[in-house]
Structure formats: structure tokens, C-alpha cells
């Protein structure tokens, strides 16, 4: 996931930096729950649907 100039943090001063790192932390937070969600409910769909899924019971 990049962010602004290709993933490249510009700010000089340390707190700016730690600002805007862990603003970029709970984006990818929200994204991995996005993503772990709606897998869910696929397998779950699939499971239901007759579908076989390794490793789901």
C-alpha cells in the first residue's frame, strides 16, 4: 500500500513522521477487517452453496 509520493514519508521532524505512520497503521487495520469480513461471509456462502473448501469444515 503506497502512500503520497510513492510510499516516501518527506516530513522532517520525528513527531510529523509518527503522525502520519500511525495514521497509515489504522488504514491498513480497517482494510485487513474489510477483507477478513467479507472472506468470511464468501466461505461461509460457499460452505453453504455445497462447495468444498479445504481447511473449512
Same mark, same amino acid.
Given at each position: 500500500? +503506497?502512500?503520497?509520493? #510513492?510510499?516516501? #514519508?518527506?516530513?522532517? *521532524? $520525528? =513527531? #510529523?513522521? +509518527?503522525?502520519? %505512520?500511525?495514521?497509515?497503521? #489504522? ?10 469480513? $467479507?472472506? =468470511?461471509? *464468501? %466461505?461461509? $456462502? *460457499? %460452505? *453453504? ?6 481447511? %473449512? =469444515?
Amino acid at each position: 500500500m +503506497c502512500f503520497n509520493r #510513492l510510499g516516501k #514519508l518527506h516530513d522532517r *521532524a $520525528y =513527531e #510529523l513522521r +509518527c503522525h502520519r %505512520v500511525s495514521g497509515l497503521n #489504522l488504514v491498513v487495520a480497517a482494510i485487513m477487517l474489510w477483507n477478513t469480513v $467479507y472472506l =468470511e461471509r *464468501a %466461505v461461509r $456462502y *460457499a %460452505v *453453504a452453496s455445497g462447495r468444498s473448501i479445504v481447511g %473449512v =469444515e
